[in-house]
Every structure is written in C-alpha cells, then in structure tokens.
T-cell receptor
Framework: GESVGLHLPTLSVQEGDNSIINCAYS??????FIWYKQESGKGPQFIID?????DKRQGQRVTVLLNKTVKHLSLQIAATQPGDSAVYFCAERGGSYIPTFGRGTSLIVHP | GAVVSQHPSRVICKSGTSVKIECRSL??????MFWYRQFPKQSLMLMAT?????????EQGVEKDKFLINHASLTLSTLTVTSAHPEDSSFYIC??????????FGDGTRLSIL
C-alpha cells in the first residue's frame, strides 16, 4: 500500500544551526500535508501545514517545502534551540480525511 | 491552550481491570475522533475512527471487543480497554478533527498493566 516515510530517523544538530527534516510520500492523491512535533510523554503538536497548491509555506522559525514532482516534503527549522528537541512526524491526507503518519525523526539539539 | 483534553494521563492497574480513557474537544465540536496507540520510539498506529452517534471503524487487527469506543457527543469520545493485560500496556493518544482542519491531539494516556 501507499505510505509516508522519513529518510532520517535521528538528526543531531548544534544549537543555533538550521535543521532540515525530510519526508517522502508515495500517495500521489495526497493534497494536504502536516508536520507535528511530539515531545517525550506528550501528544503530537501541530506545527505547520501545506496544501498541494503551494510549494512553500513559512511560519515562525519554520518553513515547509513541498515538491510534488518527487513527492518530497521537508521541514526547516531556523536557529534550532534545545526546546526544539523532539520527534517530528509528517502526515499526509488524500481523498480520505484520515491522515497517514510517517515513522518520525528524532531531532536532538546540543547546547 | 489545549484544544483536546485527554484523561487520565497515566493509569497503573492490575491485570484483568477495565480502563476507560476520555477524550474531549474543548473549543470545537469534533466531527471525527481518532484513537492511536504508540509504542516506544515508534510512530502512531491508528486503532479506530469514530464519528458521533455511529459505530467506530476499527483498523485491521484491532479487536473491537477489547477496545470499546463510545462517541456519545460531538465533544466526547471514550476508549475502554476491557480486561486489560500486560501486553495492552502502551501510550494511547486521541485526536479530534473538525472540518478541513488539521487534527488536534490530546496529551496521551500512559497505560501500565501489572
């Protein structure tokens, strides 16, 4: 079946660096993509989303890029802080309203 | 602030006990609520989808008699783990969806069965 996956299970960065977390998806019918942040012992928290009619969307310190040609999604975090340490999940939604989650990337920020 | 409240946050109980977990949407009426299970260092595994006033739709491999879901109102869904055993120990997370918005998650329930 179709799925959403992540390239890097763990990403370690130094405080102040920019972080890039990648996600590949295979469902060409997906038209809505979401990034979530999950801190230890908590539920996922919405970060940013993007619809398929866009290729870039910016938030506060975060940018999501969507490349529909190669079915690739990325989350960029500027000036990464220790508080950004968490697991990041991408999710996609297609014709069904039920999102599919990738396996997650653990971001570790070293002070 | 939180838009989805999940309670309790942690449960420790003996084998054979039934445990009820509540999920409430606080600022909106949820058209759909989802229940997930998450094992350590893994992604979220969808267990079931529930709509208010109708029976929940369970994912393949999830026992509906084991994990009872009740969605009595547009703001409340409950998951009851019946006759829980140690293998049911896990992190259970609910989420709520309204319209075409991203789903919002509760903070999860850590269930430990002794």
């Amino acid at each position: 079946g179709e799925s959403v996956g992540l390239h890097l299970p763990t990403l370690s960065v130094q405080e102040g660096d920019n972080s890039i977390i990648n996600c590949a998806y295979s469902n060409s019918a997906s038209d809505y993509f979401i990034w979530y942040k999950q801190e230890s012992g908590k539920g996922p928290q919405f970060i940013i989303d993007i619809r398929s009619n866009m290729d870039k969307r910016q938030g506060q310190r975060v940018t999501v890029l969507l490349n529909k040609t190669v079915k690739h999604l990325s989350l960029q975090i500027a000036a990464t802080q220790p508080g950004d340490s968490a697991v990041y999940f991408c999710a996609e939604r297609g014709g069904s309203y039920i999102p599919t989650f990738g396996r997650g990337t653990s971001l570790i920020v070293h002070p | 602030g939180a838009v989805v409240s999940q309670h309790p946050s942690r449960v420790i109980c003996k084998s054979g006990t039934s445990v009820k977990i509540e999920c409430r949407s606080l600022d909106f009426q949820a058209t759909t609520m989802f229940w997930y299970r998450q094992f350590p260092k893994q992604s979220l595994m969808l267990m079931a989808t529930s709509n208010e006033g109708s029976k929940a739709t369970y994912e393949q491999g999830v026992e509906k008699d084991k994990f009872l879901i009740n969605h009595a109102s547009l703001t409340l869904s409950t998951l009851t783990v019946t006759s829980a055993h140690p293998e049911d120990s896990s992190f259970y997370i609910c989420s709520a969806l309204w319209g075409n918005q991203p789903q919002h998650f509760g903070d999860g329930t850590r269930l430990s069965i002794l």
